[in-house]
Each structure stands twice: as structure tokens, then as C-alpha cells.
């Protein structure tokens, strides 16, 4: 396997057994399982809670944007840690610094659109 793509063979060797101890898991669970459904075990369970009324419910469109910013300071947090520990090597000094304050405008910048829409208030 010398060459470019022995690695590419290898990598799809690898991932070719991976799939198969997945189904091959996967199918041992399906055939020694034991299978005796009723009534009580196909109906719908939630917390304890007897299923009552239609499936249908309404949520809350802030649930979502609190979501959305939350994954915003995740990915925030993803670019800023890594950064922090090169911004010190050799060759990454003024240019790593200007590309971090650009992407925290443009963090600050998505901030200041929802504080000015209100999505930020809890109601």
C-alpha cells in the first residue's frame, strides 16, 4: 500500500470494517431480542404521562433564536480558544489578530441585530 492511494484504500478499509461490526451489532440485536408486542407497549410514552388529545403543540419562535445565539457563542468559543493558544507562535502575530477582531465584528454585529429587534427580552 505505498503510493497516495494506499492511504485512501486504507481509510476505506477501515471504514468498511467499522460498518460491518456496526451491522454487524445491529443485526445480532435484531435476531436474539425477544418480541412481544401489545397494546400497552405500542402506544406512545412521554414522561410518564398517558398520551391524551392530538400530537400537535405549539412552541415558542424565541426558543429557537435563544438556540441560534447559543450555537453563536459555541462556535464563537470553538474559534477563539484555539486561536488563543497560536496568537503567541512565530509568523501569527498582527495578521491572526485583525482576522480575530474581524470575526468578533461580525459576532458583535449579529448581538447588536438582535438586542435592536428585541429577541433578546424575556417576555
Known amino acids: ?3 497516495y492511494f494506499g492511504s485512501y484504500v486504507l481509510v476505506a478499509a477501515l471504514l ?3 460498518v460491518a461490526i456496526v ?3 445491529l443485526t445480532a440485536n435484531r435476531l436474539l431480542r425477544p ?16 398520551p391524551v388529545g392530538e400530537g400537535w403543540a405549539q412552541s415558542q419562535v424565541r426558543y429557537y433564536v435563544f438556540t441560534y445565539l447559543y450555537v453563536v457563542f459555541a462556535v464563537d468559543a470553538v474559534f477563539l480558544f484555539p486561536w488563543a493558544t497560536v496568537f503567541d507562535a512565530p509568523g501569527y502575530g498582527l495578521t491572526t489578530l485583525v482576522e480575530m477582531f ?9 448581538i ?3 438586542w435592536r429587534k428585541r429577541v433578546l427580552t424575556w417576555t
Do not use: H, N, Q, W
Not at 102 to 110: D, E, K
Open 112 to 114: 447588536v441585530y438582535a
Open 16 to 18: 468498511a470494517i467499522g
Open 35 to 50: 418480541s412481544r408486542p401489545t397494546p400497552d407497549k405500542l402506544t406512545t410514552y412521554e414522561c410518564g404521562v398517558d
Open 1 to 3: 500500500m505505498d503510493g
Open 102 to 110: 474581524v470575526f468578533l465584528g461580525f459576532i458583535a454585529l449579529g
Open 23 to 25: 451491522a454487524g451489532a
